[in-house]
């Protein structure tokens, strides 16, 4: 073990030098002090959240360059589909509903206020939805302020929303994978209102496009100062890039196994206490990379999902599903404790 890096990261003491120097040295002394910071941090418990994936729709005009998925088949759900939908995640037992669409001109404001509160009339049930970037159009289409959008969203049920179209948070990173997207400074002001408005959100990174290591542990300082201004985070949710059936693919294929679990031992040691929440995205690595991860420095497993057409679209062959029951088994496997949590990560 790391053991000055390790007392440095609880005290929320690493600099960018002191990650950058921890990319040169013996991967596994990095794993090893981020396995060792996990369990002085959250302990033994492995957590995970029964929740079901829906994707409102393939349709979106902003056209990323890493994307597999947008207008692949051209589809729209209404929203008694929807409902639909919700009504099987609860059969499950699932807590957590997270919504993922497009931007389209018509989802605006009230498009999406009007979806959540068929939603909560019907169901009780956490809706996690809606990334700056779907917030930020809505609010230009609908001529509010994106603030004054999310104060109307929380009012109409949403509970917290993704940290996603971050990406990699630079902006020359951004102009060459996503160049209609949300600039740095837009998703910031966004996420720091939804947290003022007493709207958590996850944090989320896109890694293995055409960033640099450097551009990388930029995006997590960036977070962390975030989260100690505002303390608004969730979690911190690695994502690796799926290299098929996009304008990328070529350019990139995507991150090494070995660097997927640098990633995350490298966001337990930034993060320390400031972001408690580590999670493994299993669709995205698979189980046993998952597993592995969960051993270096990561502690929360993510969701059941029960759909995920955009990894999938994108090259991923682990699955869709995840149950309860394949969670415990795959955790006390590794020898840790399954906790069941809701998207707040209370435990139940």
Known sequence: M?????????????????????????????????DGLRKAIVGDDITFVVNRLVE????????????????SIGFRLTTEEILQRVGEAKDIGATELCLISGVMPYMTVDYYCDLFKAI????DIMLHALSPMEVYYAAKVSNVTPAEA???????????????????LVDTVREKICPRKVSTQQWVDIIKDAHRLGIKTTSTIMYGTLETWEDRIDHMFLLRDIQRETHGFTEFIPLTFMHENNRLSGRSIGASGMDDLRLHALARVIFGRDIPNIQVS?????????????CAGANDFGGTMIEDKISVAAGSGHGEYLSK???????????RIPRERTTLYERL
Do not use: H
């Open 2 to 34: 790391l053991k000055n890096i390790y007392e440095r990261s609880l005290a929320g003491e690493i600099t960018k030098k002191d990650a950058l120097e921890l990319l040169k040295g013996n991967p596994f002394e990095l794993f090893d002090t981020a």
């Open 56 to 71: 409102v729709t393939d349709r979106c005009m902003i056209g990323c360059d890493f994307c597999s998925f947008r207008n």
């Open 120 to 123: 909560k009339a019907k169901y």
């Open 150 to 168: 999310m104060a109307a969203f929380r009012k109409a049920g949403l509970t917290t929303m993704t940290g996603a179209s971050a990406e990699i």
């Open 282 to 294: 299993w669709i995205k690595m698979g189980v046993k990379l998952s597993q592995a991860a969960l």
């Open 325 to 335: 029951g394949d969670f415990m088994r795959l955790i006390k496997a590794i020898d």
